[in-house]
């Protein structure tokens, strides 16, 4: 049988008209907005009609940390849910949306693989309903007018050196991350140094994903700092009366997406936060219209256990007051054989010895969700065709030892049908009683939050504040901004924040370089290391892979 690629096979698939995959789950006509026939919106006031329903049980996809190799989270999350609609029970899946960085850069979409995607996956992955041109609309509207203000007069006495807003754009650009503009005479601005983020990177995404309806969303946005005075009195959007014309903006993305998977699932996609730099889970909204419509809503976070997973606990279930019923996490043979030591194109080999010494990875993520988080855990092996019986038993005897059950998970070649024994221990896992605690106390200080993820979820010694980031703690628990929970900026390719360190590491500190408070979605950022807010393309972009024939039909996306 020839290999189909990713787009191939949703290509070829036949799709529900999305009215009847919104009544399949009992949403009401009234609040499906169309976009064509395979595409919606869906008005949130249907939380409002729902309000007294019972929610169903919260699933968390979460997985190893990340290596070349590739893990298959959001491939597992859709051939789970897929999963529990073939044993029989009412699943929804809720996703966050892609970006088009990653989508032209290295990793390449995000909708899932083989038989076990979401569709149309072409458009989910590239302009799907506008929501990222929206909210880069709104960001961007707001640096506008902060500049303008400073150009008509500057009556709020704005430091032009403090501004701490940027511009943003939907794109792996590292030319822009630090630029100069205003120049020209004065007709053209004021001259300062300026810089983008990427569109997912913003504060407003991070808004828009945490905002629970339309005036919790104004409110958010008009509490965004963007710089400070000349007296250092920090200058919000609602200072700049910039937060109304920007909800306007936003009023229809704030609406979460409904969409398929490959076997008609129902699938809420909606907003797009990178978890490495921003909180990496999909919108309060399309997970409560999940729990409102589903028995079991499954949801992913972006990356690893130690960011994404974190982040869903500490920050967004704090937030909405969610509490999940169980926690997936993917993991694949060839991964933990990176982090034991074997190159990429060994991964293929039998190596035991490999494997022994990668699966500390694992085994720390799984300890970290059921003895920090205190939540039940089943580890999914996304099965390879080159692994082998032995490697899989020694990730069984492994997990056993810690009370955890080991799953495989075939649904990238069988979809559903590969995800049922995966669906049948996440069922048993939702009847079992748990004691969800949180990695820390809101009311710790800034630097003992920052030291209790450090300590307790990477397994660092300690961290570390540079001069500069223990000034701005001293100056943000001044504002009264210390009982924030914490958004750690860090790469995703280790626990540390150094992404040569594969496996477990021991003995190490984590550098915090910068603090600053994202006031309006209501967490202070830690930037460790050297992870970067604007992104930039590799050497060999996806881009040069993705094309379009005379009918309109796109190749290479995947």
Known sequence: MAFKSDIEIAQETKMDHIRDVAAAVGIDEKYVEQYGNYKAKIDYNVLTECAGKPDGKLILVTAITPTPAGEGKTTTTVGLADGLRKIGKKAVVALREPSLGPVFGVKGGAAGGGYAQVVPMEDINLHFTGDMHAIGAANNLLAAMLDNHIYQGNALNIDPRRITWKRCVDMNDRQLRFVTDGLGGRVNGVPREDGYDITVASEVMAVLCLATDLIDL?????????????????????????????????????????????????????????????????????TKMALKFGDYAVTEAGFGADLGAEKFLDIKCRMAGLRPSAVVIVATVRALKHHGGVAKADLGNENLEALEKGLPNLLQHVENITQVFHLPVVVAINRFPTDTEAELALIEEKCRALGVNVALSEVWGKGGEGGKALAEEVVRLCEEESSFTNCYDLDLPIEKKLDA????????????????????????????????????????????????????????????????????????????????????????????KIDVDATGKIQGLF
């Open 453 to 544: 993820i450090v300590t307790k979820v990477y397994h660092g010694d300690k961290v570390e504040l540079t001069a500069g980031a223990r000034k701005q703690m001293k100056k943000l628990e001044e504002l009264g901004f210390g009982n924030l929970p914490i958004c750690m900026a860090k790469t995703q390719y280790s626990f540390s924040d150094d992404q040569k360190l594969l496996g477990a590491p021991r003995g190490f500190t984590v550098q915090v370089r910068n603090l600053k408070v994202s006031a309006g979605a209501g967490f202070i950022v830690a930037l460790t290391g050297d992870i970067m807010t604007m992104p930039g393309l590799p050497k060999v972009p996806s881009a040069e």
């Open 218 to 286: 104004k409110e958010r946005l008009g509490r965004i700092i963007v710089g400070y005075t000349y007296d250092d009195k920090p200058v919000t959007a609602g200072d700049l009366k910039a937060q109304g014309a920007m909800a306007a903006l936003l009023k229809d993305a704030l609406k979460p997406n409904l969409v398929q998977t490959l076997e008609h699932t129902p699938a809420f996609i909606h907003g797009g936060p990178f978890a490495n730099i921003a909180h990496g889970c999909n919108s309060i909204m399309a």
